[in-house]
């Protein structure tokens, strides 16, 4: 689902780039949804989808939009939220308990703890007062794998080089039924939290499988986070497994390493 977004972010160039990644893998049936600002009643069966992957933010769905999409995912429907769309919907209850974490739109202390990665585990702070959704420059950082035998990871490096992105920190949320698989340490002498902040991570939403990876900025003309091979792998395993619960999609022999990042263009470029 894509179509709006914020000042800040394309969703046009974001699409122009996810949905050719899930149609270069032959597991994938893809449909675009584009909507406008609004989604109203009876626009779209969710049904139909063994997963959805938001690309959208500033929208506004009707109620009976909100229980539908509830319940698709809760009876088992699978969710993929991308970068900014962990923006959206601050004041809809449920869709935080599904995303576990989200950044911005006035979300406050009452949106849940702070959530990151502390001397070998995760720490929830729920006393800290202070913003909900930070980033620092664009500088190269650190991907952490936490959980390398979940399906989405499994095979990946233990540690890679990520580039040309923004690494979203201080996100608040329920924090419910989630399980981290991949961490990045935003430096403060750029700008960051100084924290090991979450970066990709699951959550059990009734019977439904939520994916959550928070990389992936795509701005006007500017898709380069996009074009990072770890990213797509996460990306496009993620959302079979959000779809299946497994995951078929096999790795490629070039990787990224801990000493050098590794950038692609599209097969069908
Ligand atoms: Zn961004």
Same mark, same amino acid.
């Given at each position: 689902?894509?179509?709006?977004?914020?000042?800040?972010?394309? *969703?046009?160039?974001?699409?122009?780039?996810?949905?050719?990644?899930?149609?270069?893998?032959?597991?994938?049936?893809?449909?675009?949804?584009?909507?406008?600002?609004?989604?109203?009643?009876?626009?779209?069966?969710?049904?139909?989808?063994?997963?959805?992957?938001?690309?959208?933010?500033?929208?506004?769905?009707?109620?009976?939009?909100?229980?539908?999409?509830?319940?698709?995912?809760?009876?088992?429907?699978?969710?993929?939220?991308?970068?900014? /769309?962990?923006?959206?919907?601050?004041?809809?209850?449920?869709?935080?308990?599904?995303?576990?974490?989200?950044?911005?739109?006035?979300?406050?202390?009452?949106?849940?703890?702070?959530?990151?990665?502390?001397?070998?585990?995760?720490?929830?702070?729920?006393?800290?007062?202070?913003?909900?959704?930070?980033?620092?420059?664009?500088?190269?950082?650190?991907?952490?794998?936490?959980?390398?035998?979940?399906?989405?990871?499994?095979?990946?490096?233990? /540690?890679?080089?990520?580039?040309?992105?923004?690494?979203?920190?201080?996100?608040?949320?329920?924090?419910?039924?989630?399980?981290?698989? /991949?961490?990045?340490?935003?430096?403060?002498?750029?700008?960051?939290?100084?924290?090991?902040?979450?970066?990709?991570?699951?959550?059990?939403?009734?019977?439904?499988?939520?994916?959550? *990876?928070?990389?992936?900025?795509?701005?006007?003309?500017?898709?380069?986070?996009?074009?990072?091979?770890?990213?797509?792998?996460?990306?496009?395993?993620?959302?079979?497994?959000?779809?299946?619960?497994?995951?078929?999609?096999?790795?490629?022999?070039?990787?990224?390493?801990?000493?050098? /990042?590794?950038?692609?263009?599209?097969? *069908?470029?």
């Amino acid at each position: 689902m894509t179509g709006h977004t914020d000042k800040y972010h394309s *969703c046009e160039d974001a699409s122009e780039y996810l949905v050719p990644l899930l149609n270069e893998r032959d597991v994938f049936n893809t449909e675009v949804y584009t909507m406008g600002m609004t989604l109203h009643g009876g626009s779209i069966d969710f049904g139909r989808y063994d997963v959805v992957v938001l690309n959208i933010n500033q929208v506004v769905w009707d109620e009976d939009v909100k229980s539908d999409f509830e319940k698709y995912v809760s009876s088992g429907g699978g969710l993929v939220v991308m970068h900014e /769309a962990d923006n959206a919907f601050p004041e809809w209850g449920e869709f935080n308990r599904m995303i576990g974490l989200g950044g911005w739109g006035d979300r406050d202390k009452s949106a849940g703890p702070y959530y990151y990665w502390k001397d070998g585990g995760f720490l929830k702070d729920f006393e800290s007062s202070g913003p909900c959704g930070w980033h620092g420059q664009r500088v190269p950082f650190m991907i952490n794998v936490r959980q390398p035998m979940h399906p989405i990871m499994k095979g990946l490096p233990s /540690a890679w080089l990520h580039v040309n992105d923004e690494l979203y920190g201080n996100l608040r949320g329920p924090v419910e039924n989630m399980e981290v698989l /991949a961490t990045g340490f935003s430096d403060e002498r750029t700008g960051g939290t100084g924290k090991e902040e979450p970066v990709s991570f699951t959550v059990a939403y009734g019977n439904g499988r939520v994916f959550h *990876c928070v990389l992936g900025h795509t701005s006007k003309g500017d898709n380069v986070a996009l074009k990072n091979v770890g990213y797509q792998l996460v990306y496009v395993r993620g959302v079979e497994w959000a779809a299946t619960g497994e995951v078929t999609i096999e790795l490629p022999e070039s990787l990224p390493s801990a000493e050098s /990042a590794l950038q692609r263009e599209l097969l *069908c470029d």
